[in-house]
């Protein structure tokens, strides 16, 4: 074995991307393959891995998957990172399109900075009461690319995360997909949020497309102005603009900082 690949961060989200244009990687090994170089400690450690593959819808296709092994249909921080790495490494232009299994993702890469389309949000529903072993949440939901659950909090800080997260992840009424989990609190003007990722079975540290789900739920309760600033568990904030469209759900852009960690090759699993 013997697999070129880069390690990126976006906003504290880190995949492991892998220019599999050659078919380096058989997709009957993936799964297992993103598993084994996904753990910390004795591989390259990540929260995903990213495959750069050929398309003709696009000027490429990427394969996602989660550090569990299960695909993804969308991740806001893994489109800018991949972005960035196609533009670095020649495969497309600074401003270029690639496939997911959400659709069709316009991007444009500024150095470190980079800003992407995501496709139309769909499914908005407000006002959910869900119970869970006797404790109701007012949840709202929204479909960005992958499902979201925002629950609103006054702070953020002295939630548990991780038991609201997988209380509601798990809930009937996701089923059976299962859906983000995202914690937000109103802050100057902006956002905080913190999200339990499925897949992950965890909390992150950035969720791109959850910063996304909470600024377009948060601008529907709230005067909350466009590009809203959020802030995410590593610290770092990203901007979501939001354009409105008549008589449907708006345009929305994520843009932020990406990080070109460290590249190398993986000569054993």
Same mark, same amino acid.
């Given at each position: 074995?013997?697999?070129?690949?880069?390690?990126?961060?976006?906003?504290?989200?880190?995949?492991?991307?892998?220019?599999?244009? %050659? +078919?380096?990687?058989?997709?009957?090994?993936?799964?297992?393959?993103?598993?084994?170089?996904?753990?910390?400690?004795?591989?390259?450690?990540?929260?995903?891995?990213?495959?750069?593959?050929?398309?003709?819808?696009? %000027?490429?296709?990427?394969?996602?998957?989660?550090?569990? +092994?299960?695909?993804?249909?969308?991740?806001?921080?893994? +489109?800018?990172?991949?972005?960035?790495?196609?533009?670095?490494?020649?495969?497309?232009?600074?401003?270029?399109?690639?496939?997911?299994?959400?659709?069709?993702?316009?991007?444009?890469?500024?150095? *470190?900075?980079?800003?992407?389309?995501?496709?139309? *949000?769909? &499914?908005?529903?407000?006002?959910? @009461?869900?119970?869970?072993?006797?404790?109701?949440?007012?949840? @709202?939901?929204?479909?960005?690319?992958?499902?979201?659950?925002?629950?609103?909090?006054?702070?953020?800080?002295?939630?548990?995360? #991780?038991?609201? +997260?997988?209380?509601?992840?798990? &809930?009937?009424?996701?089923?059976?997909?299962?859906?983000?989990? @995202?914690?937000?609190?109103?802050?100057?003007?902006?956002?905080?949020?913190? #999200?339990?990722?499925?897949?992950?079975?965890?909390?992150?540290?950035?969720?791109?497309?959850?910063?996304?789900?909470?600024?377009?739920?948060?601008?529907?309760?709230?005067?909350?102005?466009?590009?809203?600033?959020? =802030?995410?568990?590593?610290?770092?904030?990203?901007?979501? &603009?939001? =354009? *409105?469209?008549?008589?449907?759900?708006? #345009?929305?852009?994520?843009?932020?900082?990406?990080?070109?960690?460290?590249?190398?090759?993986?000569?054993?699993?």
């Amino acid at each position: 074995m013997n697999i070129s690949f880069t390690k990126m961060s976006g906003s504290g989200n880190d995949f492991v991307i892998i220019d599999n244009r %050659d +078919g380096v990687v058989a997709d009957a090994i993936k799964r297992d393959f993103a598993k084994k170089v996904c753990r910390l400690k004795d591989s390259v450690g990540a929260d995903g891995v990213i495959f750069v593959e050929n398309t003709e819808k696009a %000027d490429y296709k990427w394969d996602f998957y989660n550090n569990d +092994g299960s695909s993804a249909e969308m991740c806001g921080n893994g +489109g800018r990172c991949v972005a960035r790495f196609a533009f670095e490494k020649g495969i497309a232009s600074q401003t270029h399109s690639f496939e997911t299994m959400a659709g069709i993702i316009s991007a444009e890469v500024n150095g *470190p900075m980079v800003k992407v389309k995501l496709t139309p *949000p769909e &499914h908005m529903q407000e006002g959910l @009461d869900l119970e869970f072993e006797g404790v109701h949440y007012k949840v @709202d939901s929204v479909n960005t690319g992958v499902p979201h659950a925002i629950v609103f909090s006054e702070d953020v800080e002295k939630e548990d995360v #991780t038991a609201i +997260g997988r209380s509601i992840r798990y &809930h009937t009424v996701f089923a059976p997909a299962g859906t983000n989990v @995202d914690l937000v609190q109103r802050q100057n003007g902006g956002l905080k949020v913190r #999200t339990y990722e499925r897949g992950i079975e965890g909390e992150t540290l950035a969720c791109g497309t959850g910063a996304v789900a909470s600024a377009l739920i948060a601008m529907q309760r709230f005067e909350i102005q466009s590009p809203v600033e959020v =802030e995410t568990r590593g610290g770092e904030v990203l901007k979501v &603009h939001i =354009e *409105p469209n008549e008589g449907g759900l708006p #345009t929305v852009y994520l843009e932020g900082m990406t990080k070109l960690v460290f590249e190398g090759n993986l000569v054993e699993l």
